[in-house]
């Protein structure tokens, strides 16, 4: 494994964060039971993943914190995130506070690496920075989290509107963005800042099921020329990023996007999910193999640098994954 340090918290983490939500929530969702989930948390960890990715809209908190009973706290990054909007409405943030309570609950510990809120929208950030997160801070000087952060909602802000002010408020220690080959936008909008701003960076969406489901990315592509947006050639092949396969290259399109996002300047955790050991295993062997060809990482840029919002498709079950 690699360790990264994550923006200015002095936290050390692993470059690969398991993801603890998703299409598989760590094989809950498709029928595992809490020890088998358990044990699949243990495998990743005995691999050098330090960054546990939660939350408590994903019903998984009480699986990480099962998992993390055997080792000492101080060796585990645990990250997890309350809703501040439920069934549309912006709740009070007296129960943004008692999330984060049960959040402790759940997960067996006296505090959490780092607190996010969840899926914040660009209209609701002023409301979040200003009234909602100074009650939070109170509870970071009690001890019951270390770090603040919030994350992005990507399928309904494609062009990083909300993140565009967040890396310029000192506030925050941690962001959550999506981030992938055909979503480029965080290359110009977000990454500069955050590096400069010592902001620590959580990628997603990096795997989505443009690059997963197959026919997705072909479809997807002959929508995209129809419209423009990319040369047509690449909806004239089933194939249409097969380039980035060959020696010296990608041993697939889902490696070649792992590959991408983890050399990217600026990302310092990229998020997988997994309910299969065998997927975890080839999940980590791409995040920690070399960078693409340049050449490759170039023609990416000029392909689908312009591109906003392509293949944000929300988590979906799928079998094993």
């Known amino acids: 494994m690699e360790y990264t340090s994550f923006g200015k918290t002095g936290l050390r983490v692993s470059v690969a964060g398991l993801g603890c939500g998703g299409g598989s929530r760590l094989g809950a969702s498709r029928g595992m039971s809490k020890m088998q989930s358990v044990a699949l948390v243990r495998v990743a960890m005995d691999l050098g993943v330090n960054l546990l ?95 603040l952060g919030l994350t992005e909602t990507p399928p309904n802000d494609p062009d990083n509107t909300m993140l565009k002010s967040a890396v310029h408020d000192d506030i925050w220690e941690s962001v959550m963005l999506g981030f992938h080959m055909m979503h480029q936008g965080a290359r110009k909008n977000v990454f500069p800042y955050t590096q400069a701003n010592g902001i620590g960076t959580l990628a997603m969406f990096v795997v989505r099921g443009i690059f997963s489901i197959p026919g997705r990315l072909a479809s997807t592509m002959a929508e995209l020329a129809r419209d423009r947006l990319v040369p047509d050639w690449l909806a004239e092949t089933d194939d249409p990023l097969g380039f980035l396969v060959h020696e010296g290259g990608a041993d697939s399109v889902i490696d070649a996007a792992y590959r991408y996002a983890r050399h990217e300047p600026g990302t310092d955790v990229i998020l997988f999910g997994t309910g299969d050991l065998d997927h975890l295993r080839t999940n980590l062997a791409s995040i920690l193999a070399p960078p693409l060809p340049p050449a490759d990482v170039a023609r990416l840029a000029e392909l689908f640098g312009c591109l906003e919002g392509v293949g944000l498709d929300l988590p979906v079950k799928r079998d094993g994954k």
């Open 53 to 147: 990715d939660t939350a408590a809209a994903y019903g998984t908190e009480n699986i990480v914190g099962e998992a993390i009973k055997p080792v000492p706290r101080d060796s585990v990054v645990v990250a997890t995130k309350a809703q501040y909007r439920k069934g549309g409405a912006i709740v009070p943030v007296s129960d943004i506070v008692a999330s984060l309570e049960n959040s402790l609950c759940e997960l067996d510990t006296d505090y959490v690496d780092i607190f996010q809120f969840h899926a914040v929208r660009p209209q609701d950030y002023a409301l979040i920075r200003d009234e909602y997160a100074p009650a939070l801070l109170r509870e970071r000087e009690k001890g019951k989290l270390r770090h």
